[in-house]
């Protein structure tokens, strides 16, 4: 019985036939990197570390930042003893087994911590079996997921359950997980090896330290060094042609960068979705961070589309929601409805220059004291002294308005809105013209 109840254990001898990346997962917290946000000084995940103590949760994060090794810390440093499943492999008959194992450990004075490995794949009964071993602590849960868990684990195991989120690991994250390898790898700390091009390692991981170890390892093994004498240079052509990939040249903080940033703009501007299309690809192959794409339609959407279709900014906001609440490889999809959708919208500038107009009116020294009409009034004292006095209601009139002064006393009113000619624009600038034909009065003004 003792046996069938032996601790796995997590810290045997490094065996130099497993992957790089399986020989180089940290041991010890302080061995992690990124993720500051659980580990660092006030980090919830840091707290749990020192006291020993841990509740249920489920780590949500994209691949390779360190769900499991979480898991595996948290089995080595505390008296647990750790059960693992696949949840691609377990089913309900291997959660009731491991619940039925863990009760009688408990009965022992032994806590039992399960992990369960994109758990997001457990079906419904598969996680309502979970629920009252959770509950009751017979099991202290650990699930990893690369989906959002709010959708794909449910409410009533959530509710038992703590949520954190792992973040993308940094390009000096990524490179410090590299160097380290280089330096304390039984196998490749033996070699002397310099990485020429780190743009490339960088942006085929994109984050993920799982896929930097592998394309290290696979590019350490395709030039078939045997001796220890000679130097290993690992150039982009090797990683090429060791992982029989290419990317374009791409660099993330570099010029490439801002010029195929700035072709994807002008494209979208140019109403080319075809062109657009082909720029965003360039970036996503690249490794670039789709948030940033998306973030930068969001502008776009409102300064280069406006009040033409109003609907442009309603996407863009949605599509950045998606980007961040479903991630690479499948936002793309997102992505490129917002692309072909900016891209084909009627387009107008108008709201970009009201408010740079606007900006330098105010920056120029006009006068902005706000007329006692147009004052908020919330006191008798207030009233007495004439706030809000004469202010016309414009629901109170014909089609819901009345002719106002609305800018400050003594200044003449300015154009900063010119609606364009465009979408819902074009109805926009003929029922301005109506109420405000003095502004409106020439076609030049019209952008």
């Known amino acids: 019985m003792d046996e069938l ?40 995940l840091k707290a749990f570390f020192d006291s020993g103590e841990f509740p249920s949760m489920v780590f949500w994060g994209p691949p390779g930042v360190g769900k499991t090794t979480f898991a595996l810390l948290i089995a080595e440093i505390t008296n647990y003893h750790f059960e693992r499943l696949s949840a691609v492999d377990a089913g309900v008959k291997e959660v009731r087994e491991i619940i039925a194992k863990a009760g009688l450990m ?14 997001h794949r457990f079906n419904k009964n598969q996680q309502d079996a979970l629920l009252h071993a959770v509950e009751k602590g017979i099991v202290t849960l650990v699930g990893a997921t690369t ?20 973040l993308p690991l940094s390009d000096d994250d990524i490179k410090n997980v590299v160097e380290r390898a280089l330096a304390e790898d039984p196998i490749l700390k033996t070699f002397d090896i310099e990485i020429e091009d780190w743009d490339f390692l960088l942006t085929i991981s994109a984050g993920d330290a799982r896929t930097a170890l592998n394309a290290l390892d696979l590019a350490f093994k395709y030039t078939g060094k045997k001796t220890t004498e000679e130097k290993i240079i690992l150039k982009r052509k090797t990683f090429e042609k060791a992982l029989q990939q290419r990317t ?27 062109a657009a299309l082909l720029w965003l690809a360039k970036m996503l192959d690249a490794g670039e961070d789709a948030r940033f794409i998306a973030r930068r339609m969001v502008i776009f959407a409102s300064e280069d589309i406006g009040n033409a279709d109003p609907t442009a900014i309603i996407l863009a906001v949605s599509v950045f929601q998606a980007v961040e ?27 970009y220059f009201g408010i740079e107009k606007a900006t330098q009116a105010v920056k120029s020294g006009m006068n902005l004291n706000v007329p006692l009409h147009l004052r908020n009034a919330p006191t008798k004292y207030m009233k007495s002294e004439g706030y809000g006095t004469d202010y016309k209601y414009p629901h109170s009139y014909d089609q ?32 301005l013209k109506k109420f405000w034909s003095e502004r409106y009065n020439e076609e030049k003004d019209r952008t």
């Not at 408990?106 to 758990?119: A, M, N, W």
């Not at 989906?147 to 792992?166: D, G, H, K, T």
């Not at 479903?326 to 917002?338: D, H, K, S, T």
């Open 248 to 274: 374009a040249q791409y660099d993330k903080k570099g010029e490439n960068h801002y010029d195929t940033i700035s072709a994807f703009i002008k494209s979208l501007r140019g109403s080319d979705p075809d």
């Open 325 to 351: 609440l479903i991630g690479m490889p499948e936002c793309r999809i997102n992505l490129a409805q917002a692309v072909t959708y900016l891209a084909s919208a009627p387009k107008s500038n108008s709201s």
């Open 147 to 166: 989906e959002n868990p709010s959708f794909e684990v449910n409410s009533a195991l959530l509710s038992r359950c703590q949520i954190y989120r792992l």
């Open 106 to 119: 408990r009965k022992r004075g032994r806590k039992v911590l399960l992990f369960i490995d994109e758990i």
């Open 5 to 44: 109840f032996q601790t796995q254990e997590t810290s045997d001898p490094v065996n130099l036939s497993a992957p790089l990346a399986d020989r180089c997962r940290p041991r010890h917290l302080n061995e992690m990197v990124g993720q500051e946000h659980l580990i660092g000084e006030d980090g919830p």
């Open 400 to 431: 819901h308005f009345i002719k106002e002064h609305y800018f400050p006393e003594g200044e003449k009113p300015i154009t900063f809105y010119k609606p364009g000619t465009m979408g819902r624009e074009k109805d926009f600038y003929e029922r």
